[in-house]
């Protein structure tokens, strides 16, 4: 029987980890409304160029603070070439996308098609024979890709600013992909190294790999005209969805099954919808309420086939 002091330290120890986990969702719930507000100063290109250049750079004392703890890591020359493919592919072109998808569509839609990626994965991983598609997640993932479908094929109201749009989800789905090649491919290395480690070779090789990109597509541009809020929000989005975000995650992937981690991700593309309607005037529309609700319908159905 556990004594007064103990049970306190536990409900305190509790209240830390669900208050980090809420911090975590409004944080990455947060990232598609600052998205749209540094897409007004930034071109795609050049804001992901920055964004992941700015994530290799707080990523890299998260990764010596990981690595002077961690026991048992060990390198291979092999992985290189893995690692340097997972940042260009899951990290670079991830972002890309994301950032052109956004720039061309809403928030709401942004969020509720990458919440499709759990999908993208499991089709991947069962390519790979990492996974087995079963009669209940196949059914699952037909609803889910039916809620897409459903998001684009309703009658949608007009919407300040960039409203939906099927190329602006399609590069937004395609970004979906990519993270979801970075999951597949990435899980035989994760096996030898954290994720931390993982992300953090994935972010520095990344931001290489878009420098000369970035570096051509900033001739023309004037960096003297973006506002402070335009670079608190690059500073934002490179930081807490990118860092604090995953260390947040996997604090409490060792505390709590990852299975109750994962369901807090629901919360997301509401949040995220509910804020860009009160942040950006962006209306949640009969589309938006009804696609949402079928992926909800078919990621939760193929998440638990």
């Not at 998260?62 to 291979?76: C, F, K, P, S």
């Not at 059914?139 to 602006?168: E, K």
């Not at 000369?212 to 973006?226: I, M």
Request: hydrophobic share 55%; aromatic share 10%.
């Amino acid at each position: 029987m556990t004594s007064a002091p103990e049970r306190a330290a536990a409900a305190r120890s509790g209240v830390l980890l669900y208050s980090a986990i809420a911090a975590m969702v409004l944080l990455w719930s947060a990232n598609f409304i600052v998205g749209k507000i540094a897409l007004r100063e930034f071109p795609p290109l050049i804001c992901g160029g920055l964004r992941i250049g700015l994530a290799g750079l707080f990523m890299i004392p998260a990764y010596l603070w990981q690595h002077r703890r961690a026991e048992g890591e060990t390198w291979d020359r092999s992985d290189l070439p893995v690692l340097l493919f997972l940042g260009i592919c899951g990290v670079a072109l991830n972002q890309v996308l994301f950032l052109s998808g956004l720039s061309r569509t809403s928030v709401g839609h942004s969020a509720f098609v990458i919440a499709t990626t759990p999908i993208l994965v499991l089709l991947l991983a069962a390519a790979a024979k990492q996974e087995q598609v079963t009669p209940r997640k196949l059914a699952g993932m037909t609803i889910a890709l039916a809620g897409v479908l459903l998001l684009n094929v309703l009658p949608a109201s007009r919407q300040p600013g960039a409203g939906p749009s099927l190329l602006g989800d399609a590069f937004v789905f395609l970004a979906g992909l990519t993270f979801a090649l970075f999951t597949v491919l990435g899980k035989q290395i994760s096996r030898r190294h954290s994720a931390i480690t993982v992300n953090a070779f994935g972010y520095v090789s990344g931001g290489l790999a878009l420098a000369p990109l970035t570096y051509w597509a900033s001739r023309d541009f004037s960096y003297s005209q973006v506002s402070a809020a335009g670079w608190v929000s690059l500073v934002y989005m490179a930081l807490f969805p990118s860092v604090v975000c995953y260390l947040i995650y996997y604090y409490a992937l060792q505390r709590i099954s990852a299975s109750r981690v994962s369901a807090f991700s629901y919360l997301q593309p509401a949040l995220a919808t509910l804020m860009a309607a009160v942040a950006l005037g962006e209306r949640v529309t009969l589309p938006v309420v009804a696609g949402g609700a079928v992926i909800f319908s078919g990621v939760y159905l193929a998440e638990r086939g």
